[in-house]
């Protein structure tokens, strides 16, 4: 491998214009505007990343539906205990609003003494019961007292009264999560106002988060990655990137890790293979690294490390199993001081802790040791470093992973842990892309109201681009383009398109075949799999809305993926082995623009996974990157029945297109493909006519 170092698989460098930290006359931001410009709605979905300022939303909106829409009380529901700290006293009117922000301390459950545990959150659900019938505004708690308050006070119990679920992303349509059935009795009982918040409206395992048919029911309220970062008055620039290692971890880590830099080190969990089976020897060779241990601050139980400079660094160990010592140090990193003071910690090495909810604005770079369980949790953690701060103009996150070898036993893991590391870099390109509005190129298209189309303006008989930097929006015209028919279909162009290419990047075949398999044919990933995807996940649309929805899906994720690619193959190495972007988002959509005409054709012919490859190649050598190729093509398989049928449907519409079948004797790849598919069809249902 070329070093030990982290290749930016991802790099956002951002207009900073400072508009999503202003406030207006009420006290509110950019995204808490847009958020309570809906506060009327019974049930609201607010999709925002993190540091974008959710909570104070909330207490916006809740207010207003305590005062103004009969609403009789407030309860906020959150998924652990250290993120009720969110919703604590605000002086709202001191910034303008109409009312202050109040919690009784005994009605925030989430400072109530004790662990969190099960026998702890149904301990409280007496207290639930109590504040039910209090008439006391607010209530906070965690996400696992609610749901035993549900099962124990039923559904009728809360009416009349807002739910406010915190970390929406935990709840899940699957049967089996308890919160997510709970809320869609709610939703059935229809006696309640619910607002859903999330960073990342999306879950690790590919379960959708509700049900298509309450899921519906949901005022979308969009705040993007690009809006938010871009709208920044410090920050710049954002690298996402992963390093691969041999032997341990811990030899290569301290590559990685810069005394000077302030930082959050995620170690793996003892359960891992990554791991080396004791995080307190781990904890301890990483302070060794980083300098001469000089004894811990009496106050904060924070590490004080002597540099190889002479200065000396501020450690938080939150691995330490110690529960006052973790206490300690945990409160002191909750202090008002962590917020306002840059120089309070330096480092903060972590096991579970520190994640979701955590708020150190000074954070500079997140370094996870393993992929993480789940893309939310990558997320989440990526947000840690991208919160806006004076003096912060860089973050990065660093994913370290174990690299494949034809010495590792577990190479079949490793390779899984590659792809799905992969798979989030692709990911969180299209997180952090601006929102993409699609339009057919036809007889009726022009350019929209309020985008720059660049030197020139619009005109006919180019591809055109409009860029509206300000609402974080693109606006492409495409020839050949369906549009969707239903207020769905179109709700799910405008708002899910992430969602769905989530789905793509995680199915395991389509990144597999796309990365490795030098005889894919791109159609095979863009039409079939991305299309089967579609079809799964919305059943219910027409096979035009269908196609509507994968058309969009794919153009989103192509065209922000020629872009990386062009950043890419335009950044330079200045001799510190980093690459260094020379062109911006926006720049390179117009360099990939930079044809007469755009057609849905086109796009469909290029493999989503071409510029995931180029990063790769320059993260790993040729011989694992064969290793990691053999190993993939040792589980390839023949098509199944599904697949085969998908390859006959889009064979009748090449048929209608071109007047013939397609042969499986062409030199068109895609064309034998669909050919063989026709075959393979044809085969299943002879077999099936034999056997009945």
């Known amino acids: 491998m070329t070093e030990n170092r982290a290749i930016p698989a991802v790099r956002l460098t951002t207009a900073h214009t400072g508009a999503s930290a202003k406030s207006d006359e009420l006290g509110m931001r950019e995204m808490q505007r847009n958020a309570y410009a809906h506060r009327g709605e019974q049930y609201l979905l607010i999709k925002s990343p993190p540091a974008s300022g959710k909570s104070r939303a909330l207490m916006f909106i809740a207010l207003d539906k305590l005062h103004n829409q009969g609403v009789t009380q407030a309860i906020i529901v959150v998924p652990e205990r250290s993120i009720g700290g969110s919703f604590a006293d605000e002086p709202l009117s001191k910034y303008g609003f109409h009312w202050d922000w109040t919690v009784k301390p005994h009605w925030n459950l989430c400072n109530a003494p004790g662990a969190d545990d099960v026998k702890v959150a149904k301990s409280k659900v007496k207290a639930v019961g109590e504040f039910l019938a209090s008439g006391d505004p607010v209530l906070v708690c965690t996400h696992a007292t609610f749901r035993f308050a549900i099962d124990e006070l ?57 049900t298509p048919e309450d899921e519906a029911k949901f005022v979308p309220v969009t705040y993007t990655y690009y809006q938010q970062l871009n709208g920044y008055e410090y920050l710049k620039t954002l690298d996402i990137a992963y390093s691969f290692y041999t032997g341990r971890y811990i030899d290569k880590i301290n590559d990685l890790l810069d005394p000077a830099v302030k930082t959050i080190v995620h170690i793996p969990s003892v359960n891992s293979r990554e791991s080396t089976k004791d995080k307190h020897r781990e904890v301890e060779e990483i302070m060794d690294h980083l300098g001469t241990w000089k004894g811990t601050d009496p106050v904060t139980g924070f590490h004080l490390i002597e540099t190889v400079s002479g200065a000396t660094i501020k450690v938080a160990d939150l691995v330490d199993d110690d529960p006052a010592k973790r206490d300690r140090v945990s409160a002191a990193l909750k202090s008002p001081e962590a917020r306002t003071n840059r120089d309070h910690v330096d480092i903060i090495i972590a096991l ?55 010495a590792d036993d577990v190479v079949a893991d490793a390779v899984n842990d590659t792809l799905k590391a992969i798979a989030a870099s692709l990911l969180m390109e299209q997180v952090l892309a601006p929102r993409f509005d699609f339009t057919p190129k036809d007889a009726g298209s022009g350019p929209k109201e309020g985008f720059d189309y660049g030197p020139g303006g619009y005109q006919e008989g180019r591809a055109n681009v409009g860029v509206n930097e300000e609402r974080g929006q693109f606006h492409f015209e495409l020839k050949g383009l369906v549009e969707p028919s239903t207020i769905e279909a179109k709700r799910i162009c405008q708002e899910d398109l992430n969602e769905v290419i989530v789905a793509f990047v995680q199915d395991k075949q389509a990144i597999e075949r796309g990365l490795f398999d030098p005889e894919v044919v791109p159609e095979e990933l863009t039409q079939v799999r991305m299309g089967k995807i579609v079809r799964d996940r919305y059943p219910e649309l027409s096979d035009a809305d269908q196609e509507a929805v994968r058309q969009h899906a794919i153009a ?137």
């Open 154 to 210: 039923g559904t009728a119990a809360f009416d009349g009264r807002l739910i406010a679920i915190d970390e929406f992303h935990h709840v899940s349509a699957n049967p089996d999560n308890r919160l997510g059935a709970q809320l869609g009795q709610l939703v059935a009982r229809d006696k309640v106002h619910l607002v859903a918040m999330t960073g990342s409206y999306f879950r690790g395992d590919s379960v959708a988060v509700l």
């Open 352 to 406: 579970g802790m520190a994640k979701e909810g955590f708020d150190w604005i000074w954070c500079e770079h997140a370094l996870t040791v393993g992929y993480r369980s789940s893309l939310t949790e990558i997320i989440q953690i990526i947000g840690r470093a991208t919160r806006d701060a004076p003096g912060k103009t860089v973050a990065r996150f660093t994913n370290l992973i174990a690299e494949p070898a034809a």
């Open 556 to 692: 989103a994720l192509n065209i922000t993926q020629q872009a990386a690619k062009i950043i890419t193959e335009s950044a330079k190495d200045d001799g510190t082995g980093e690459l260094k972007a020379n062109t911006s988002f926006v720049d390179s959509v117009r360099k990939f623009m930079n044809v007469r005409e755009l057609d849905i054709d086109l796009i469909d012919h290029i493999n989503p996974f071409d510029a995931a490859y180029a990063i790769l190649a320059k993260a790993m050598n040729e011989a694992t990157l064969r290793q990691v190729q053999a190993a993939i093509s040792a589980r390839k398989t023949t098509l199944t029945e599904e697949e085969a049928r998908a390859y006959a449907v889009r064979a009748v519409q090449w048929k209608r297109e071109r007047g013939r079948a397609p042969e499986i004797t062409s030199q068109d790849p895609w064309e034998r493909q669909l050919a063989e598919g026709v075959a393979a069809f044809a085969r299943y249902r002879a077999k099936a006519a034999a056997s009945g």
